[in-house]
């Protein structure tokens, strides 16, 4: 998730998975609700990327932009 957000340079898809991300809690009744979060933040991620589009050539092979 992390290396696609960062080749399509979408700040907010990085956002998203830092909150995805976050730490296990022991407590059962909370690990259930973060769970339920996690979906909800990986279909925002989804759609996040969906919405930048494929990246432009150039910056898959890592060639700097020029200026038209």
Excluded: Y
Excluded at 45 to 67: D, L, Q
Aim: avoid cysteine; charged fraction near 40%; glycine fraction near 2%.
């Amino acid at each position: 998730m992390r290396e696609l957000a960062t080749l399509l340079k979408n700040q907010q898809a990085l956002e998203l998975i830092e909150k995805f991300e976050d730490p296990i809690d022991k407590d059962p009744e909370k690990e259930a609700q973060r769970e339920w979060g996690r979906r909800a933040t990986l279909q925002r991620f989804i759609e996040t990327i969906e919405r930048s589009g494929a990246p432009r050539i150039v910056e898959i092979n890592n060639e700097p932009e020029t200026r038209r």
